[in-house]
C-alpha cells in the first residue's frame, strides 16, 4: 500500500477565501462527524452478526468453513466503501458556501465524490448541500426551503431503511441457516 499524503492546504490570499476555506473545513468535519456516526451504528450491528455467524460456522462444520462469518465481512467491507469514512483525503475540498456572491455569481462548489464512494452516503450529502447551498444564494431557508430540506431528508431515510431491510435479510439467512447456501456477494 502507498504512503498517507500530507495535505497541505493553500494559504488564503484574501478575507474572502479564508471565509470559503472556514466553511469548507466546517462542512468536511460536520460531514466526517455525520459518517463517524453512521460508522459506529454499522459496528453495533456486525459486531454481534459476526458473533453468530461465527458460531454458526463452528457448530456445523461443513465443506467451507468460515462461509457464514466471511459472508458478514463481505458486507461489513461494501457497507465501508458506501460510507467513505475518508473520502476528504482523495481530494481537495472546495468552499461549501460562498463568503459573498454577487447577483448572478456562481459560488464554487466541491469535486464530485471519490470514485470508492460512488453511490454511497457521499451522493446524499452532496443532494444536501447543494439544496441548502442554493437556498443561501436565494437569501436563506425558507419555509420552503424547509419542505425541500424535508424531502431530501426523506429520501435519505428511505434509502436507509433500503440498506437496514438489506441487513435484516442477511441477519435472517443466517440464523436460519442449516444447511443452506452461503451468504450471496451482492456487491
Partial sequence: MGQLQRIEPK????????????????????????????????????????????AIDIVSGGARPGRWFRGVLRAGARFDRWVGLFAA???????????STSEGASAPSRGEPAPASAGGLDV???????????????????????????????????????????????????????GGDAPRDAG
Avoid at 24 to 48: E, N, T, Y
Avoid at 89 to 99: D, I, R, T
Avoid at 141 to 162: I, Q
Fill in 89 to 99: 483525503v482523495e481530494g481537495p475540498a472546495q468552499p461549501a458556501l460562498p463568503a
Fill in 11 to 54: 494559504v488564503p490570499a484574501t478575507p474572502e477565501e479564508l471565509r470559503a476555506g472556514r466553511w469548507a473545513l466546517i462542512r468536511d468535519l460536520a460531514v466526517f462527524q455525520l459518517k463517524l456516526l453512521v460508522d459506529g451504528l454499522k459496528d453495533i450491528v456486525l459486531s454481534p452478526l459476526a458473533l453468530v455467524a461465527g
Fill in 124 to 178: 446524499h450529502i452532496a443532494q444536501l448541500e447543494r439544496l441548502l447551498v442554493e437556498q443561501h444564494r436565494q437569501g436563506g431557508l425558507t419555509a420552503g426551503a424547509k419542505r425541500a430540506l424535508d424531502r431530501a431528508l426523506d429520501a435519505l431515510e428511505a434509502s436507509s431503511k433500503t440498506a437496514v431491510a438489506t441487513v435484516e435479510r442477511g441477519v435472517k439467512r443466517v440464523s436460519s441457516a442449516g
